[in-house]
């Protein structure tokens, strides 16, 4: 749309003047609806595909183009049934402060990597909404103040994002009502967390292989920071999450119920979440995870112990707050594992070891591989302690034995625990094993009859106390 403007002389300048007052708000009122009219774009909504070469020539100037570079200059967005692809048309877009709202599809299956930048001093800003087959491959997101997927299942693969602000959401992906994949991604230098939900929505996004480098400045908050989960499962899975900066007070991972929306299924396996202020915390009413092959590693960023610094923390509101642990490394925290309040939390049961390996975390001089501050009991059998010495492992976990008050932690038989274990031979015909129950020393439950010759541990409860013996049956 062209507007032309003609002035024409008047006899006097008392004329001209009065004229001019006149035509002034006209011509305010004439400027500023042309001014709205190019201020933004939206397809039709009749089914069309769009490249950005074809939104140079379909929407007056809010996409342009300049040799290699696009430039969206005012808030575009594609209405649903349409579609914005993108596939290696361009080595950059520039998008200063602008918001690019996606209702219908986008995809980006690029085989060379495609960057989209804004401003340092006006980060462009994204939106999905309602939005269907969404793939964005091999992108490069720079300088934007945030994406919200809002009941958007979008796919993110081998996209880099950085230097985001929070100035959309308080994340580089804010995700509400819906399950998106984000794998193989890279996360670096961003001011909030990486991907985040709200405590009033459901969400249960699959965070696979991705790397998430010292995200977060500035905020108490973790790098994976999300609400109550959806009917599906939440997945954690092969990713590297780690911060830099010791004075960064930066999370590892958090999913959180306060509310008790639904049941929020999570698997946290294969991560390896070190140097930050805590590792994975858990917290509220009705969560239940199972925590495998993880690495918690130095999470002690965290100047006062009371506020932080655990490599698991299990946080319940209700016994519906479940957790089971198996094979994981847990080493350097300032608290090794911390349950609080009321939980349901199996570390190795008699019939299923636990594996985990669990030793030198600590603060004030004080190892606390193990802290109890709840009057529920605690499985954790069969987990390798550091040490084979019952005595050690018993200072360096904190439970019933040392405030009456809290629940008791099971934690013989142990790993290693065979060797410093007494010895007997009996005969295994006077033998009966219903009057105790046998572990192999690889930590299985034996249980059928007759026993074979051979090496077990038997372990015998009395009141409190847990005996452990190895015996041999001949």
Known sequence: MKIEFFIFASETLRNNTLDMKRLLPIFLLIVGLTISLKAQWTSPGNGTTYTLPDLVNVTDGVVTNSGTVFSINADLTISERDVLKIDNQVARIDAPGVLLTINGSMTCTNTDRVKLYGAEDAPFKMRFENATDCLIKKMYFSDGAGIKLIESDVTFNDVKFVYFTRDYCNAVIDIFNCNP???????????????????????????????????????????????????????????????????????????????????????????????????????????????????????????????????????????????????????????????????????GTEDEWGHNEIHDNGNGGIIYDLYNNSTCDLMAVGNDWGTTEVRLIEDHIFHQHDDPSLGLVTFVPYVGGEDELDEFVIDLQQFDPSTMKLYSITGQRVSNKPLKPGIYIAVVKHDSQTIAKKIIIQ
Request: glycine fraction near 12%; aromatic fraction near 8%; hydrophobic fraction near 35%.
């Open 181 to 347: 994949e984000i794998n193989n991604c890279y996360f670096m230098l961003n001011q909030g967390a990486a991907v985040s939900s709200p405590a009033n929505g459901q969400a249960s996004p699959k965070i696979l292989n991705c790397q998430l480098d010292t995200n977060v400045d500035g905020i108490n908050s973790p790098q994976i920071n999300l609400g109550p989960g959806g009917e599906d499962t939440i997945y954690i899975v092969g990713n590297d999450i780690y911060t830099l900066y010791a004075s960064w007070y930066v999370g590892g991972v958090s999913v959180a119920d306060l509310t008790g929306v639904g049941s929020t299924k999570v698997l946290l396996k294969d991560n390896i979440i070190r140097e930050g202020r805590y590792g994975y915390n858990q917290q509220g009413q009705t969560i239940s995870s199972l925590i495998i092959g993880n690495q918690f590693i130095n999470n002690n960023h965290e100047d006062n112990p009371m506020n932080g610094g655990s490599g698991i923390s299990i946080y319940g509101y209700s016994t519906n707050n479940k957790a089971v642990l198996r094979n994981n490394i847990i080493t350097g925290n300032l608290w090794g594992i911390t349950a609080i309040y009321f939980h349901d939390i199996d570390m």
